[in-house]
């Protein structure tokens, strides 16, 4: 260890990350905390009483015994090499956010979204950064000015440790393997994709040419899926050929191999519905009692109107959804993006909602104006501040969103939904 901090405080903080792992082994799994960079946070400058804050990088080590009860969930764990005393070792990334002089005392414990922090994005109000370097990197500094101590530890053993994300470090078992599904949403025309979750580290192939491997393909989420040939597919190790034919079909004007997309005048693009009595057959469905699904209910404007209502749909100048389907050219056309919400702009004037037939009010019918709109917002926000759903030092920022908000509307060419 180095500096003020001592090891006895550092190594209770990290238990104290670690705290959802049951206290009679957490403190035999954690072995060693190596900090391997330590800085202070522009240049100490404070933030507010909270004062100055430092940032600590380093490594976590693990050794955990596979005849613990606690630790036979943990798939092939009995198989995994084991050191000299017994235990399967490993190693996660962590990374500390803490006040110089103590601050509030608080641990606010970030799990890495895919090795991403997001703790600063989504509290500070700034974009996202996995190493808050400089001032802008904080934003309003709402989590430092209220003395808390942040924290991240890499968990997943896939994460590429690329633009400081983290990830943790498991051993690697001999002569394990087995099926593996990956399921791919491109939006855009892919000659090959990894096997693997988006950007993660990608599956490695036991037998590039196994006869058993298969991919299907659905026309949309609700589709039965439809098998790919196996000839018109394979395992790529590398790109080489592909650029071969590429660079020959440019400069020589030889052909490229022939596609081999399935086609229906040879038979090999089929309905959906021809396979139905197939997997049927294969794989009868189990007929149970109707499962019913539940959405929230929602005012006239189409907004939402149980759960915890942000300024935006009190005082609404659109309709706001949790989906988005996708548009015809990304392919599959009225399936939802993932994770990507709608904003369904009202009709400014009232001539402009009678022209389009849009059933909502006008932004002209339901304010006098701007001044009269951002009267509005600062009555929902004081509201949202007594139901401690809002920080009283949020209004200002709640306000300065709304009139640029308001100016963006009005700045549209055309505001009717679909256009």
Not at 1 to 15: D, F, Q, Y
Not at 44 to 62: D, H
């Amino acid at each position: 260890m180095e500096g003020s901090i001592g090891w006895r405080t550092l190594l209770r903080l990290v238990l104290a990350i670690m705290g959802q792992w049951p206290r009679r082994f957490a403190w035999r799994s954690v072995v060693a905390l190596e900090i391997l960079r330590r800085e202070p946070i522009l240049a100490g400058a404070p933030f507010g009483e909270a004062g100055a804050y430092e940032k600590l990088i380093g490594v976590i080590r693990f050794a955990v015994d596979p005849a613990r009860p606690a630790h036979r969930a943990i798939a092939d764990l009995d198989r995994a090499p084991r050191n000299a005393r017994g235990l399967v070792e490993s190693w996660a990334d962590f990374y500390l956010l803490r006040p110089v002089s103590g601050g509030s005392r608080r641990l606010l414990l970030d799990v890495p979204n895919r090795g991403r922090k997001m703790a600063l994005a989504l509290f500070n109000s700034v974009v996202r950064s996995n190493d808050p370097t400089a001032r802008e990197d904080f934003g309003t500094g709402f989590l430092m000015r209220h003395g808390w101590t942040v924290a991240w530890v890499g968990w997943q053993p896939d994460v590429p440790r690329v633009d400081s994300m983290m990830a943790l470090t498991v051993p690697r078992v001999a002569g394990v393997s087995g099926r593996v599904r990956c399921e791919f949403h491109p939006n855009a025309p892919a000659a090959s994709l990894p096997l693997a979750d988006r950007y993660h580290i990608p599956h490695p192939v036991a037998r590039p040419d196994d006869p058993a491997a298969e991919l299907t393909v659905r026309e949309h989420g609700g589709a039965h899926a439809v098998a790919v040939d196996r000839s018109a597919w394979r395992f790529a190790r590398a790109v080489g050929g592909a650029v071969v034919n590429l660079d020959r079909w440019v400069s020589e004007g030889t052909a490229p191999p022939p596609s081999a997309v399935p086609r229906i005048d040879q038979g090999t693009a089929v309905a959906a519905e021809t396979l139905r009595a197939t997997f049927e057959s294969a794989l009868p469905p189990k007929v149970g009692a109707p499962y019913v699904t539940c959405v929230p209910g929602f005012h006239v404007d189409g907004n939402d109107a149980a759960g915890v209502r942000p300024w935006e749909l009190r005082v609404p100048l659109a309709t706001c959804t949790g989906w988005n389907p996708r548009h015809p050219d990304q392919g599959a056309p009225g399936e939802l993006m993932s994770m990507m919400g709608s904003t369904l702009p009202f009709p400014r004037p009232a001539a402009e909602r009678a022209r389009s037939g849009d059933p909502r009010l006008s932004i002209g019918e339901r304010y006098r104006g701007r001044q009269d709109y951002l009267d509005r917002v600062g009555q929902a926000a004081e509201a949202m501040v007594g139901e401690r759903h809002l920080l009283a030092e949020d209004v200002a920022a709640a306000l300065e969103r709304a009139g640029r908000l308001w100016d963006f509307i009005h700045g549209i060419d055309s505001v009717v939904p679909g256009a």
